[in-house]
Protein backbone atom coordinates (compact mmCIF):
# COMPACT_ATOMS: atom_id res chain seq x y z
CA UNK A 1 0.00 0.00 0.00
CA UNK A 2 1.24 3.28 -0.67
CA UNK A 3 2.04 5.72 1.88
CA UNK A 4 -0.58 8.32 0.07
CA UNK A 5 -3.28 5.86 0.54
CA UNK A 6 -2.19 5.22 4.53
CA UNK A 7 -2.33 8.63 4.93
CA UNK A 8 -5.64 9.06 3.12
CA UNK A 9 -6.92 6.18 5.08
CA UNK A 10 -5.69 7.35 8.44
CA UNK A 11 -7.44 10.61 7.94
CA UNK A 12 -11.20 8.99 7.09
CA UNK A 13 -10.08 6.97 10.25
CA UNK A 14 -9.41 9.58 12.11
CA UNK A 15 -12.51 11.68 10.90
CA UNK A 16 -14.56 8.92 11.71
CA UNK A 17 -13.21 8.42 15.15
CA UNK A 18 -13.46 12.35 16.39
CA UNK A 19 -17.35 12.49 14.64
CA UNK A 20 -17.77 9.30 16.84
CA UNK A 21 -16.80 10.57 20.22
CA UNK A 22 -18.52 13.98 19.83
CA UNK A 23 -21.67 12.41 19.40
CA UNK A 24 -21.30 10.20 21.93
CA UNK A 25 -20.17 12.89 24.25
CA UNK A 26 -23.43 14.54 23.16
CA UNK A 27 -21.36 17.71 21.80
CA UNK A 28 -23.40 17.13 18.77
CA UNK A 29 -26.75 16.65 19.48
CA UNK A 30 -28.51 13.59 17.63
CA UNK A 31 -31.03 15.98 17.21
CA UNK A 32 -28.26 17.43 14.23
CA UNK A 33 -25.50 13.72 13.62
CA UNK A 34 -25.97 10.14 15.11
CA UNK A 35 -22.79 8.47 15.74
CA UNK A 36 -21.18 6.51 12.69
CA UNK A 37 -21.80 3.11 14.52
CA UNK A 38 -25.09 3.59 14.12
CA UNK A 39 -25.60 4.83 10.64
CA UNK A 40 -23.15 1.82 10.00
CA UNK A 41 -26.17 -0.22 12.28
CA UNK A 42 -28.92 1.07 10.92
CA UNK A 43 -28.06 0.41 7.36
CA UNK A 44 -27.13 -2.70 8.11
CA UNK A 45 -30.66 -3.28 9.56
CA UNK A 46 -32.43 -1.53 6.42
CA UNK A 47 -30.61 -3.56 3.78
CA UNK A 48 -31.59 -6.60 6.05
CA UNK A 49 -35.35 -6.00 6.68
CA UNK A 50 -35.14 -5.92 2.71
CA UNK A 51 -37.85 -3.13 2.56
CA UNK A 52 -35.93 -0.20 0.85
CA UNK A 53 -34.50 -3.03 -1.99
CA UNK A 54 -37.03 -1.85 -4.87
CA UNK A 55 -36.12 1.81 -3.87
CA UNK A 56 -32.33 1.14 -4.18
CA UNK A 57 -32.97 -0.75 -7.29
CA UNK A 58 -35.45 1.92 -8.58
CA UNK A 59 -32.63 4.49 -8.22
CA UNK A 60 -29.67 2.27 -9.10
CA UNK A 61 -31.55 1.39 -12.68
CA UNK A 62 -32.44 5.05 -12.98
CA UNK A 63 -29.26 6.11 -12.47
CA UNK A 64 -27.29 3.60 -14.69
CA UNK A 65 -30.01 4.16 -17.63
CA UNK A 66 -29.24 8.53 -17.71
CA UNK A 67 -25.05 7.52 -16.93
CA UNK A 68 -25.30 5.21 -20.58
CA UNK A 69 -27.49 7.41 -22.23
CA UNK A 70 -25.87 10.49 -21.59
CA UNK A 71 -22.12 9.12 -22.07
CA UNK A 72 -23.40 7.96 -25.44
CA UNK A 73 -25.11 10.96 -27.00
CA UNK A 74 -22.96 12.90 -25.30
CA UNK A 75 -19.61 11.31 -27.43
CA UNK A 76 -21.94 11.49 -30.55
CA UNK A 77 -22.17 14.98 -30.18
CA UNK A 78 -19.19 15.78 -29.58
CA UNK A 79 -17.92 14.58 -32.07
CA UNK A 80 -20.70 15.70 -34.97
CA UNK A 81 -19.80 19.32 -33.71
CA UNK A 82 -16.07 18.79 -33.78
CA UNK A 83 -16.31 17.75 -37.39
CA UNK A 84 -18.68 21.07 -37.85
CA UNK A 85 -17.15 23.76 -36.80
CA UNK A 86 -19.87 26.46 -37.53
CA UNK A 87 -21.90 24.51 -35.35
CA UNK A 88 -19.59 24.56 -32.25
CA UNK A 89 -18.82 27.90 -33.03
CA UNK A 90 -22.58 28.42 -32.66
CA UNK A 91 -23.30 26.31 -29.75
CA UNK A 92 -19.94 27.18 -27.52
CA UNK A 93 -22.03 29.81 -25.60
CA UNK A 94 -24.72 28.13 -25.06
CA UNK A 95 -22.57 25.00 -23.67
CA UNK A 96 -20.17 27.43 -21.72
CA UNK A 97 -23.54 28.52 -19.61
CA UNK A 98 -25.63 25.33 -19.81
CA UNK A 99 -24.59 24.50 -15.96
CA UNK A 100 -26.34 27.96 -14.85
CA UNK A 101 -30.02 26.74 -16.45
CA UNK A 102 -31.80 24.96 -13.03
CA UNK A 103 -32.93 21.57 -14.80
CA UNK A 104 -35.55 20.88 -12.23
CA UNK A 105 -37.37 23.82 -13.46
CA UNK A 106 -38.29 21.76 -16.42
CA UNK A 107 -39.72 18.96 -14.66
CA UNK A 108 -43.52 19.91 -15.72
CA UNK A 109 -42.66 19.92 -18.94
CA UNK A 110 -40.89 16.39 -18.99
CA UNK A 111 -44.08 15.31 -17.03
CA UNK A 112 -46.77 16.64 -20.39
CA UNK A 113 -43.90 14.56 -22.53
CA UNK A 114 -43.29 11.23 -20.55
CA UNK A 115 -45.92 10.99 -18.51
CA UNK A 116 -46.15 10.15 -14.52
CA UNK A 117 -43.38 7.92 -14.50
CA UNK A 118 -39.55 7.39 -14.07
CA UNK A 119 -38.54 8.68 -17.17
CA UNK A 120 -38.55 12.27 -16.50
CA UNK A 121 -36.01 11.62 -13.21
CA UNK A 122 -34.04 9.71 -15.82
CA UNK A 123 -34.46 12.31 -18.45
CA UNK A 124 -32.76 15.14 -15.81
CA UNK A 125 -30.00 12.46 -14.88
CA UNK A 126 -29.54 12.94 -18.75
CA UNK A 127 -29.45 16.50 -19.07
CA UNK A 128 -27.52 17.16 -16.09
CA UNK A 129 -24.50 14.41 -17.51
CA UNK A 130 -24.75 14.97 -21.30
CA UNK A 131 -22.64 18.47 -21.92
CA UNK A 132 -19.83 17.17 -19.46
CA UNK A 133 -19.74 14.56 -21.86
CA UNK A 134 -20.02 16.75 -24.76
CA UNK A 135 -17.47 19.37 -23.62
CA UNK A 136 -14.58 16.87 -22.67
CA UNK A 137 -15.25 14.55 -26.05
CA UNK A 138 -13.97 18.19 -27.40
CA UNK A 139 -11.46 18.68 -25.65
CA UNK A 140 -10.21 15.50 -26.33
CA UNK A 141 -10.76 15.81 -29.52
CA UNK A 142 -8.62 18.98 -29.77
CA UNK A 143 -6.01 17.96 -28.17
CA UNK A 144 -4.85 15.35 -30.82
CA UNK A 145 -1.46 16.07 -31.87
CA UNK A 146 -1.46 17.31 -35.58
CA UNK A 147 1.61 15.96 -36.00
CA UNK A 148 -0.48 12.13 -35.80
CA UNK A 149 -2.75 13.23 -38.29
CA UNK A 150 -0.12 14.47 -40.52
CA UNK A 151 1.51 10.93 -40.46
CA UNK A 152 -1.88 9.06 -41.24
CA UNK A 153 -1.90 11.27 -44.33
CA UNK A 154 1.14 10.06 -45.07
CA UNK A 155 0.88 6.81 -44.76
CA UNK A 156 -2.65 7.08 -46.54
CA UNK A 157 -4.98 5.58 -44.07
CA UNK A 158 -8.24 5.99 -44.35
CA UNK A 159 -10.53 7.93 -42.08
CA UNK A 160 -11.51 4.94 -39.88
CA UNK A 161 -8.69 3.42 -39.50
CA UNK A 162 -6.86 7.31 -38.44
CA UNK A 163 -10.05 7.14 -36.42
CA UNK A 164 -9.69 3.98 -34.51
CA UNK A 165 -5.70 4.04 -34.39
CA UNK A 166 -4.99 7.53 -33.89
CA UNK A 167 -7.95 9.75 -32.91
CA UNK A 168 -9.52 7.72 -30.19
CA UNK A 169 -6.41 6.58 -28.64
CA UNK A 170 -4.77 10.21 -28.56
CA UNK A 171 -8.16 11.64 -26.88
CA UNK A 172 -9.68 9.01 -24.91
CA UNK A 173 -8.00 10.44 -21.49
CA UNK A 174 -10.28 13.02 -21.83
CA UNK A 175 -13.06 11.30 -22.79
CA UNK A 176 -13.21 8.96 -20.09
CA UNK A 177 -12.79 11.96 -17.85
CA UNK A 178 -16.27 13.04 -19.47
CA UNK A 179 -17.74 9.18 -18.83
CA UNK A 180 -16.30 10.43 -14.90
CA UNK A 181 -18.27 13.57 -14.80
CA UNK A 182 -21.63 12.24 -16.62
CA UNK A 183 -21.86 9.01 -13.89
CA UNK A 184 -21.42 11.56 -10.76
CA UNK A 185 -23.47 14.13 -12.48
CA UNK A 186 -26.18 11.23 -12.82
CA UNK A 187 -25.92 10.67 -9.51
CA UNK A 188 -26.23 14.16 -8.53
CA UNK A 189 -29.42 14.38 -10.97
CA UNK A 190 -31.27 11.52 -10.18
CA UNK A 191 -30.93 11.55 -6.74
CA UNK A 192 -31.70 15.47 -6.61
CA UNK A 193 -35.05 14.70 -8.53
CA UNK A 194 -35.99 11.73 -6.49
CA UNK A 195 -35.21 14.02 -3.38
CA UNK A 196 -37.38 17.10 -4.70
CA UNK A 197 -39.68 15.73 -7.38
CA UNK A 198 -40.44 11.90 -6.79
CA UNK A 199 -42.79 9.54 -4.40
CA UNK A 200 -39.74 6.41 -5.04
CA UNK A 201 -36.86 6.09 -4.85
CA UNK A 202 -33.45 6.43 -2.41
CA UNK A 203 -33.83 10.18 -2.59
CA UNK A 204 -37.63 10.09 -1.72
CA UNK A 205 -36.79 7.85 1.06
CA UNK A 206 -34.01 10.38 1.88
CA UNK A 207 -36.60 13.41 2.03
CA UNK A 208 -38.91 11.64 3.64
CA UNK A 209 -37.27 10.55 7.10
CA UNK A 210 -35.76 13.94 6.89
CA UNK A 211 -39.34 15.11 7.29
CA UNK A 212 -40.34 12.92 9.83
CA UNK A 213 -37.22 13.59 11.76
CA UNK A 214 -36.04 9.76 11.45
CA UNK A 215 -32.13 10.67 11.53
CA UNK A 216 -31.30 6.69 11.44
CA UNK A 217 -33.03 6.22 8.13
CA UNK A 218 -32.07 9.44 6.88
CA UNK A 219 -28.19 9.38 7.72
CA UNK A 220 -27.85 5.69 7.07
CA UNK A 221 -29.40 5.67 3.67
CA UNK A 222 -27.00 8.75 2.73
CA UNK A 223 -24.63 6.63 4.47
CA UNK A 224 -25.39 3.85 1.28
CA UNK A 225 -25.05 6.44 -1.30
CA UNK A 226 -21.67 7.54 0.13
CA UNK A 227 -20.73 3.80 0.18
CA UNK A 228 -21.88 3.44 -3.37
CA UNK A 229 -20.34 6.92 -4.78
CA UNK A 230 -17.25 5.76 -3.33
CA UNK A 231 -17.27 2.32 -4.52
CA UNK A 232 -18.16 3.48 -8.20
CA UNK A 233 -15.63 6.35 -8.03
CA UNK A 234 -13.08 3.54 -7.07
CA UNK A 235 -13.33 1.52 -9.69
CA UNK A 236 -13.22 4.04 -12.33
CA UNK A 237 -9.60 5.61 -10.76
CA UNK A 238 -8.57 1.99 -10.97
CA UNK A 239 -9.39 1.64 -14.58
CA UNK A 240 -8.13 4.70 -15.75
CA UNK A 241 -4.92 3.89 -13.57
CA UNK A 242 -4.50 0.67 -15.56
CA UNK A 243 -5.22 2.20 -19.28
CA UNK A 244 -2.90 4.83 -18.24
CA UNK A 245 -0.05 2.24 -17.06
CA UNK A 246 -0.61 0.48 -20.21
CA UNK A 247 0.15 3.45 -22.15
CA UNK A 248 3.40 4.49 -19.95
CA UNK A 249 1.59 7.64 -18.72
CA UNK A 250 1.36 6.36 -14.89
Excluded at 43 to 62: M, V
Excluded at 118 to 139: E, K, W
Aim: aromatic share 12%; proline share 4%.
Amino acid sequence: MKLATKIRLAAIVAFLVAVELLCRTALISRFTLIPPSEMATGLARILWAGKTNGEIATTLSGIAMAAACSIAVGFLLGAVLHSWPRARASLDPLLATYYSIPIFVFYPLFIVFFGMNRTPIVVIGFLFAVVAMMTNTLNGLDRVPRVLLKTARVLRLRRARTTLLIVLPSAAPHIFGGAKLAIAYSFVGVLGAEFILSSTGVGYQIAFAFNNFDNVQMYSLILFVVIVVATVNSALFAWERALLQRRGQW
